[in-house]
């Protein structure tokens, strides 16, 4: 499994680098001013429905249902019942592109209320255009989900990244030319449409014959599918909700949505890197092993341990190190200093829920692998609700602020209810491993308060080059002082390396006692 993840975690990465560039570069375009705002907040819907559907979201219904497809009735069946899913899934995100296209103006109305100005009219120009990846991410969702019941999960973890290198391209261009805010950013919406269709040609022609025929049904298996998969899918995209909830509240003070765009951001490489790598390749690990109660709870305590010991520390650096890594990766053209403060009070903030979003993704996995989606998805509109309500009371008296501690406590709210029930069900079992986290938890703290007093000490130069190499010392000694730390606190010695391995050996040979899987040459569905 550590290998599949760390292949999932690899190109998340590189897809969430791609991703910086690409945003330090709209930012240096836009600033965050008034079409800064407009151009983020049409965005705004278009990763909610990428993360909606893909990043392990349809993943979590797909997988288990083409596993049990294909030992129930054969890979022909699977494959077959694949197919229908591609085409029925794509006609359906087709018609919903070209209705929100229609409703627009009322779309932009309700995530961003406070657009009483020409931010309004923008941003509605910009979902339009923006929205036609809308029709194209949905078959790209399925073949990503069809690769990862192979067990396939490299070309599906760096197809994102043809996203973000298309728009890259395009706003180099951009800064180039200097066209006016206004046009750029309808420009760059026109390629987001571009970037998607891109998408899905390379992944269509990587996954030919994982789907096929292909067909249109809206027939009772077809139907339950799609019952079952869109409280997964709503339950997946908990962080981005969350953020699009802080979106809503923040649309009535100037500059204030993209300030919580360029936080979240630097928010999503952790996030993306653990959480989302955990959650794509837990759901496949424990449907595999759904038949070995004991391979399943070790499956789930091993990524549930991981998952913590890799995010707090990230959470910890990002807190400390929020400001100084704001002003390097933004502070660009029309990015200004007091974009900058704002932007890392508000990274500093949302930093505190990131263990809990992962938190979030790892134990919803193990619900989405024994079909139970019901479960996430009320933890997730739970977390919503709570956000709307904490944010719209904070952002008065604290400002931005205000909106991303309440966005963290929901978050935790989240994960803290998740936890409960894992427990409760059976799901999660730590037993050993709560004295490792234990021990996680002092490590980071300890990396987090060294790296407050090297702040203290050494102070973030003004010029660029030393601030980027200021951050970059300051990470790599956080990094490895955590590594020291765990060794010190006994949560990383021989012994736990060696019980790891043998989990890792007892998972495949569990694994391999599965009737649901087939040898490479058996056919995979």
Partial sequence: MIR?????????????????VRDALTAALLGAGPVADAFLAAFQLVNVARRLLTEGALNAALVPAVLHKREREGLAAATAFAGRVLGTVGVLTFALAA?????????VALIAPGFADERFALAVNAARL?????????PVAVLMGL??????FAFAAFAPVLFNLALIAVLIVLLLRRDGAETDALVLSVMVGLAGCLQLVVLGAHG???????????????????ATAWPGAIASAMPQLLILTGVVVASASPAAVAWIYFANRLIELPLGLVGVAMGTVLVSELSHARYDAA????????????????????????VVLAEPIVRVLFHHGAFGAGDVHATGQALALLALGLPAQVAVKTLSAAFFARGDTGTPLIATLAAVMVALIGAAAAVAPFGVAGIALALAVSAWGAAVWLGVHAVRDGHLVLGAAAGVLARIALAAAGM?????AALALWPTPAHTAGAALHVAVLIAGGIALYGALLVVFGAADRSTATALRDAIARGKDGASNDPSRTSRHGGEA
């Fill in 295 to 318: 391979a399943f709870a070790q499956a789930q305590r091993q990524g549930f341990v991981l998952a913590v010991g890799l995010s707090l520390p990230a959470a910890a650096g990002l």
């Fill in 448 to 452: 987090g308060g060294a790296l407050a």
């Fill in 130 to 138: 923006m929205l036609p990846y809308l029709a194209f991410v949905g």
């Fill in 208 to 226: 030919r014959g994982v789907a096929t025929p292909l067909r249109v049904s809206f027939d009772k298996e077809m139907r339950g599918f799609l």
């Fill in 147 to 152: 690769l990862n019941a192979r067990r396939e």
């Fill in 99 to 107: 209705l929100l296209a229609l409703a627009a103006p009322a779309l």
């Fill in 4 to 20: 599949h993840v760390l292949t999932v975690s690899t190109g998340t990465a590189l897809s969430r680098l791609t991703g910086f």
